[in-house]
């Protein structure tokens, strides 16, 4: 949900017309505060802060745009509150949404040997064979677009998405050599 609020606020934002400073000010620091806090940077004082800020936009701004951008983060505060502090506490994201916050791996149990579907839809080549021949992540590499999960057959449904990053088990994992690869 944090990462909902960062969203409707970034195009509120955008959308501000910039005429009053309630909306055209207080919608910047509130998103500045969420991608902060999306990003697992945030402090629990920000929390009394986008609620006070996104009160004052509310009560200050002269249009609906203004008058309603708030909406989503304070309405999200209020239902949500526990998501803002895993991120800020834990540096996790509930929702498996903030690209900072979260990481792939391959199930190596439900892989299929020579299944390569996500392979071919990395965008960075960051799908691996490994020597038993079934697939796994370069972390260093991936930059957790997401493509793989739907690119991964449902029989298979062998991509997991974690938060914390550090959620990764150890499966031990170690890639083809160059004379394995020709081979194979």
Do not use: W
Not at 44 to 55: F, S, V, Y
Not at 114 to 133: E, K, L, Q
Not at 139 to 168: F, H, L, N, T, W
Request: net charge negative.
């Amino acid at each position: 949900m944090v990462e909902v609020a960062r969203y409707f606020t970034d195009f509120t934002q955008g959308e501000s017309c910039g005429k009053c400073t309630f909306c055209r000010v207080g919608t910047r620091h509130m998103r500045d505060i969420l991608k902060s806090i999306t990003v697992g940077e945030g402090s629990m004082e920000e929390l009394a802060d986008l609620e006070e800020i996104g009160e004052a936009v509310i009560k200050g701004s002269l249009c609906s745009l203004g008058k309603t951008a708030p909406n989503p983060v304070l309405t999200t505060l209020r239902f949500f509150r526990d998501e803002y502090v895993a991120h800020i506490e834990e540096k996790r994201c509930p929702a498996k949404m903030c690209r900072s916050l979260i990481a792939f791996y391959i199930d190596l149990e439900a892989c299929a040997r020579g299944c390569d579907a996500c392979v071919a839809c990395c965008p960075v080549d960051a799908i691996f064979t490994t020597s038993n021949r079934k697939k796994a992540i370069d972390q260093e590499k991936c930059v957790k677009c997401g493509e793989c999960v739907y690119a991964c057959p449902p029989e298979y449904d062998a991509v997991r998405r974690v938060s914390p990053p550090e959620m990764i088990p150890d499966q031990g994992i170690e890639p083809l050599t160059e004379k394995e690869e020709s081979e194979a």
